[in-house]
Structure formats: structure tokens, C-alpha cells
């Protein structure tokens, strides 16, 4: 089955950008029919979606975030990648992917399944 | 900006029923998806599409909905459902993904 795995620096200094990446394995991003997402976790807090790339590389974000986020695909490694610049303490947060199911028409879908995260620290 | 209202907590005895609400004013039009998560993990999806339940998932886990309110049910509650649980969906134009605060649910 479809396994994800984030990959990436803990600690990232305030001002700095915030880069991860994500494996895919048991299955091809290239093969369509998914989104691939990123979501993180403020500690002890709610989920917030960042936004997905689809693997020709078209891309949604938060519009919260839109700013400050991009989000890349590198089908020959079978990776997904997220930037996010000019980070601040309020950045310290539990970063997921996850694979996004397309939804029809307005709906959004669902995330499943997810990488076991990793805990990135906004600090100088 | 657009939110969903969860009840911060849940408490139950083993056996009985829990349920956790889900509020949100697009939800007549967007389905909703249920996701537990237990201390130090992912979370996992455990309702899609309102009410349809992912291979894998106990039978126990079941979800509805009604106008601006979705519920998660889960009979028979048993110890290792102990967790947090998220609801998702989208604004009513599909803009955006939002979850839901989360609802910790403690078995007694």
C-alpha cells in the first residue's frame, strides 16, 4: 500500500525558509487520480490544510498561506516538496503529507493516507 | 473565514455510545470526512463522504449528517478508541480545505 515520509530540517531560524520533502512509495505520484498534500499541526493544536501539487504540477494553496508557500514535484524521485519562506515562531508545527483524493465538483477530498510527520521548530 | 465547530471533549463509558458533532454553514453542500488520531501519530481517516466507512475501519465507527451538522458515532465504545477526532470539509464553493478544532474523546 501507498507509504509517505516526510523528510527534512527540525530546526529552521526565524526569516529563514522552511523546506521538507516527501517519499512515496508503493505507488507512483505520476500514476494520477490524487492530490498530494501538505498539512501541519501547531503543538497541542488542530490540523491546517498548507495546500497539494497534482503530478503535472498544478497547485492550490491556503489562501492564508498563498503567500509564503510553494509547493513542487519531482516525479522521478517520486517526491512532493514544500518551501515556506520567511518562517516565524507561529511556523513551529507537526508537518504531514498526505494523499488527497480528488473530489468532484466543489468537493474537496479526503486525506488518506498520511506520513507519520515531523516536528519543524522555529527558533534562532 | 469559514469554520467547523467541534465539542473540545467527549466522555464515555466502555460499551456505550459516543457521538461528536461536526457544525459548519456549507455543510448541507460538502461532504464531510472523520479522522482519529492518537498521541504522537498521524491522524487516520475513518469516515468518508459523510457516512461511508474505509476498509479496515471497525463497523462500530458509522457517520451521518443532517442541514449544518455531521456526527460521528461510534457504538460500542471500547478503550482504544480513546483519541482525538477531526472532521474536514470544504467551504461552500470548494475553495479550501478546513478542519474541524477536534474533539478529545475520553473512555471512563
Known amino acids: 500500500q501507498v507509504q509517505l515520509q516526510e523528510s527534512g530540517p527540525g530546526l529552521v531560524k526565524p526569516s529563514q525558509t522552511l523546506s521538507l520533502t516527501c517519499t512515496v512509495s508503493g505507488g507512483s505520484i505520476s500514476s494520477g487520480g490524487y492530490y498530494w498534500s501538505w498539512i501541519r499541526q501547531h503543538p497541542g493544536k488542530g490540523l491546517e490544510w498548507i495546500g497539494y501539487?497534482?503530478?503535472?504540477?498544478?497547485?492550490y494553496y491556503n489562501p492564508s498561506l498563498k503567500s509564503r508557500v510553494t509547493i513542487s514535484v519531482d516525479t522521478s524521485k517520486n517526491q512532493f516538496s514544500l518551501k515556506l519562506s520567511s518562517v516565524t515562531a507561529a511556523d513551529t508545527a507537526v508537518y504531514y503529507c498526505?494523499?488527497?483524493?480528488?473530489?468532484?465538483?466543489?468537493?474537496?477530498?479526503?486525506?488518506?493516507?498520511w506520513g507519520q510527520g515531523t516536528l519543524v521548530t522555529v527558533s534562532s | 473565514s469559514y469554520e467547523l465547530t467541534q465539542p473540545p471533549s467527549v466522555s464515555v463509558s466502555p460499551g456505550q455510545t459516543a457521538r461528536i458533532t461536526c457544525s459548519g454553514d456549507?455543510?448541507?453542500?460538502?461532504?464531510a470526512y472523520w479522522y482519529q488520531q492518537k498521541p504522537g501519530q498521524a491522524p487516520v481517516l475513518v469516515i468518508y463522504k459523510d457516512s461511508e466507512r474505509p476498509s479496515g475501519i471497525p463497523e462500530r465507527f458509522s457517520g451521518s449528517s443532517s442541514g449544518t451538522t455531521v456526527t460521528l458515532t461510534i457504538s460500542g465504545v471500547q478503550a482504544e478508541d480513546e483519541a482525538d477526532y477531526y472532521c474536514?470539509?470544504?467551504?461552500?464553493?470548494?475553495?479550501?480545505?478546513?478542519f474541524g478544532g477536534g474533539t478529545k474523546l475520553t473512555v471512563l
Open positions: 501539487i497534482y503530478y503535472s504540477g498544478s497547485t
Open positions: 456549507a455543510l448541507p453542500k460538502q461532504y
Open positions: 474536514q470539509s470544504a467551504d461552500s464553493s470548494g475553495t479550501f480545505v478546513v
Open positions: 498526505a494523499r488527497q483524493s480528488q473530489g468532484s465538483g466543489i468537493h474537496m477530498g479526503w486525506f488518506d493516507p
